[in-house]
């Protein structure tokens, strides 16, 4: 890949979850990561589900892009439906760096060196957006020049609708409420979910869903 263009393509996987994991019912919901290319290389924030090689591959192709292209791969956090497949992806990306949430480095098993972000750190005009709650390390990432901003699993979306994640999957709720409400102070032009595809208005949905508080 000779010019890294900038660009968003998403890594979609599905998951099922049987009834009394995440709620009183059985649920599918899908899982994405994202290749995200800039003007100094291609990023790959979260690894999937364990198996997303031959996804994240086809995703990867879609962009005229190959493995060795991908210069870094971010966590969002330690669940396994975000790191499941980091060791496939390292083996086939052995240039790249990898970086995590300081908090979250000793929590993902990982075949390579993890190095540590905090708030406030750059990787490759990401900016790093510390978000814990959900897990205690989680971050968020903002594209500061196309206004992108990745909230991992602060947030996600069913049906259109930003929604708070399961109770049962987040570590320290009243923590993530406060995290959620940073991620409202922000203006970006997209808002992209791990769980669930965009929304309309994003901004004004997320702060609606803050205004509201937890339990609503």
Do not use: Y
């Not at 599918?28 to 031959?54: E, Y």
């Not at 966590?75 to 060791?87: A, C, E, I, K």
């Not at 300081?102 to 900016?127: F, M, T, Y």
């Not at 609708?161 to 922000?186: C, H, I």
Request: include cysteine; charge should be negative.
């Amino acid at each position: 890949m000779a010019n890294v263009r900038s660009f968003v393509e998403p890594v979609v996987q599905q998951i099922h979850l049987p009834a009394g994991i995440a709620g009183p019912d059985e649920l599918t919901l899908d899982v994405r990561c994202f290749l995200v290319g800039v003007s100094t290389g291609l990023i790959l924030i979260d690894a999937g589900l364990k198996g997303s090689a031959a996804e994240i591959e086809l995703a990867l192709q879609r962009v005229g892009a190959q493995w060795s292209d991908i210069t870094d791969v971010v966590l969002t956090h330690s669940h396994p439906d975000h790191v499941g497949g980091l060791d496939e992806v390292t083996s086939r990306t052995p240039g790249a760096e990898v970086w995590a949430g300081a908090p979250e480095v000793q929590a993902i098993s990982s075949a390579v060196p993890l190095r540590p972000l905090s708030e406030g750190d750059n990787v490759r005009g990401l900016r790093v957006i510390e978000t814990p709650g959900h897990t205690k390390g989680h971050i968020g990432l903002l594209h500061e020049d196309e206004g992108v901003l990745f909230v991992g699993d602060a947030v996600g979306a069913m049906e259109g609708v930003v929604a708070r994640p399961p109770a049962p999957f987040t570590a320290d709720a009243a923590q993530a409420e406060l995290s959620l409400r940073k991620l409202s102070e922000l203006v970006p032009r997209r808002i992209l979910f791990s769980h669930g595809a965009e929304v309309p208005d994003p901004v004004a949905q997320l702060r609606e869903l803050v205004s509201r508080g937890a339990g609503t």
